[in-house]
């Protein structure tokens, strides 16, 4: 017999195939930051990053050719 709680919980699925680990990984925001810099872009050096120059880095990032290996 199933309790109250094993009735109620939500079952996930095993995350296979592309959500698995094929996405890019997460950039740091030191990453973030000095691409902002060297790209001329107003950055503080400590604190958020604002939301329009991470999509800028992120964008940027993805017109990239993808590394050989």
Known sequence: MESAADATAVKKAPVTGAAAGTAPAKATTKE??????????????????????????????????????
Request: charged letters at 25%; aromatic letters at 8%.
């Open 32 to 69: 973030i930051r000095e691409w902002a810099i060297g790209e001329g872009r107003k950055v503080s050096f400590r604190g958020r990053i604002s939301a329009a120059i991470v999509r800028a880095f992120h964008d940027a990032a993805s017109k990239l050719p993808l590394p050989l290996g």
